[in-house]
């Protein structure tokens, strides 16, 4: 998101959230104080769970214009936080209260912190006087959370509230995003200040680079220009900035195929003809091929991560490398750079685009259409009896026409949704990528529909990941949600499974994994419930579920053993995916 920096400003006047100067400011709880900082903050939504500590803000919120989401657990809290600040570019904002209430919103912070997501977190702390003498609930939670948030805060104050939330809210969505922490001890919650909002915020140790060195600019563009096969590697940064719009000028003013990390897909519609497919350990043969091939990778909001370079010694071994990034600690981290971009990627494209020449690449584009994986693409058409991972996202694709924001789980179905559920609106698509966060899909999908209730929401999960989160299904009847959960159900977790399939020797350890009748599951919780046991019953049930208003869970029982093909193995390239049973480890490999 592109911010302005700024400094502290307190002003003798208060400001009120709807915009009139008071003479003299109310004197509010700090619990008040929190509720108005929030309401300045355009937030209207708040997911959390009370708790001794945050029992004196849970008594203000009803006097507030805050929708409180009661999650059944503080992870979800979190990451519905997340998942609602994906799908609106908003701050997400959860509330948990001290001790096992805050360290379990840690993992959400976590998943926040490596997918570059903007949340706030407010927690509950002991009373001051009883703070280090380890009272009941009791733990340091800015201690804690510090490697996994952008920053975070202890407030010691009432007086500190407000330009402490201000300042929260400026780092979570300036920059490159990510979570910040808010810890306020029970007394200043209780105790009572002026109410006096800042108009504005910043820090000075901290200056976001946005706007590019020209220099690097014109560099880059001639290098862009000179190239014979170049490729855009398109990342989250480009969906975080907002910068779809321009990024598909850029494109279509380069001629440049386009390839894609996990999280950067949808930042060009999948549909554009210029959009080749996901990159990496499973991504599509052709772009891998394509990687193997150029002579150009441009990397545009990407921070060259293990599951999309593989074996970095053999990544992209004839391309020198351009890399746009916000975050001048990514750049050369993993990848050396021949130029440097550092800066927002809206701001970097808006400056490239009147740089760099008008081209076409029909040849390369056709070279890399030729080694398109022909056998595998008719083998996914040829359905077999039971219902077919591929041929489930692709009736979910086709139902939802390309406009329902898609969350996942983790596991073989978010890289079968990866590869085939065609992401044309990069804020729709919402998976766990960096830190691959296992229950993520239906707290996400919980947190999107809040944030975008016009739009349809599906949410792909595995049946392991689900039994993790399932309890959200209350939250989901509760808020009377219309969201659609795909189980894709194997009866194992998945993903280890195929790993121990072509690694470890078929030596099944610990993931085979029983569950619930999810149907009856479903009913208890005041859900709809579908099973769908052969292949011509998932569309009739896929167009049922988007007929019912409200919460609808469908079990598609699929082949025990399926894998996730193309696979790129453990320690190797891009250019040694394979692309079937007929692969067997060498030692190397393992």
């Known amino acids: 998101m592109v911010a302005e920096p700024t400094i502290i400003e307190r002003t003798d006047e208060a400001t009120s959230p709807n915009g009139r100067v008071d003479a003299e ?166 105790a009572k200040a002026p109410f006096d909002y800042p108009k504005k915020t910043g820090r000075r140790s901290y200056q976001p680079s946005l706007i590019p060195n020209m220099r690097q600019v014109r560099l880059a563009a001639q290098m862009i220009d000179e190239a014979k096969k170049p490729l855009i590697m398109a990342g989250h940064g480009i969906i975080l900035a907002e910068g779809q719009e321009v990024f598909r000028r850029f494109v279509e003013r380069t001629g440049i195929p386009v390839i894609f990390t996990l999280l950067g897909l949808g930042a060009l519609p999948e549909s554009h003809p210029l959009a080749e497919g996901l990159m990496g350990m499973h991504g599509h043969r052709h772009v891998n091929a394509a990687l193997e091939e150029c002579d150009l990778l441009v990397n545009i909001g990407a921070r060259f991560d293990d599951r999309a370079t593989g074996r970095l010694s053999g990544f992209a071994p004839n391309a020198k490398v351009i890399h746009v990034d916000i975050d001048p600690a990514e750049i050369g981290k993993n990848v050396p750079a021949d130029v440097p971009v550092v800066g927002d990627a809206r701001e970097a494209l808006k400056l490239l685009i009147p740089e760099v020449a008008h081209r076409d690449h029909a040849d390369w584009r056709a070279w890399i259409d030729g080694q398109r ?37 983790v596991g073989q179905h978010q890289m079968w949704a990866a590869q085939h559920i065609g992401v044309e609106h990069g804020e729709r698509w919402i998976t766990s990528g960096g830190l691959g966060t296992m229950g993520y899909g239906l707290p996400s999908a919980v947190g999107a529909k809040i944030g975008r209730p016009e739009l349809e929401v599906w949410t792909v999960v595995g049946d392991g990941g689900f039994q993790m989160s399932l309890n959200e299904l209350a939250t989901a009847v509760q808020e009377r949600l219309d969201i659609n959960i795909a189980i894709i159900n194997n009866g194992y977790l998945g993903m280890v499974r195929q790993w121990q399939d072509l690694f470890q020797d078929k030596n099944y350890s610990e993931v085979q994994i029983s569950g619930p009748s999810f149907v009856k599951l479903a009913g208890a919780y005041g859900c709809t419930g579908i099973r769908i046991e052969r292949n011509e019953e998932i569309m009739p049930a896929i167009q049922r579920a988007r007929s019912i208003d409200g919460p609808v869970v469908l079990e598609f029982i699929i082949e025990p053993e399926a894998n996730v093909y193309p696979m790129v193995p453990p320690g190797g390239s891009n250019s040694e995916m394979v692309h079937g049973n007929l692969w067997q480890p060498t030692e190397e490999d393992v």
Not at 71 to 94: I, N, P
Not at 379 to 397: G, H, V
């Open 25 to 190: 400011p109310e004197i509010l709880t700090g619990a008040e104080i929190t509720c108005r900082c929030l309401e300045a903050e355009g937030v209207t939504t708040v997911f959390g769970y009370p708790g001794g500590a945050v029992i004196p803000l849970y008594d203000a919120l009803p006097r507030s214009n805050l929708h409180h989401v009661l999650s059944r657990f503080e992870q979800w809290s979190a990451l519905e936080a997340d998942g609602y600040a994906r799908a609106t570019g908003k701050v997400g904002v959860c509330i948990a209260t001290s001790g096992p209430g805050a360290t379990n919103l840690v993992t959400g912070l976590a998943n926040a912190h490596l997918d570059s997501v903007p949340v706030v977190a407010i927690t509950g702390q002991v009373a001051q006087p009883f703070i280090g003498k380890d009272a009941f609930q009791e733990v340091d939670i800015t201690g804690i959370s510090l490697p996994v948030t952008k920053h975070n805060y202890l407030v010691q104050r009432p007086e500190d509230i407000a330009h402490t939330i201000k300042e929260a809210f400026y780092l979570a969505r300036s920059g490159r995003p990510g979570p910040v922490l808010v810890d306020i001890p029970k007394n200043v919650f209780l």
């Open 373 to 409: 994986n022909r056998m595998l693409e008719a083998a996914l058409e040829n359905r077999p009896t039971w219902p077919e991972p591929y041929a489930i996202i692709k009736s979910i694709r086709e139902a939802a026409g390309g406009e329902a924001i898609i969350t996942t789980d």
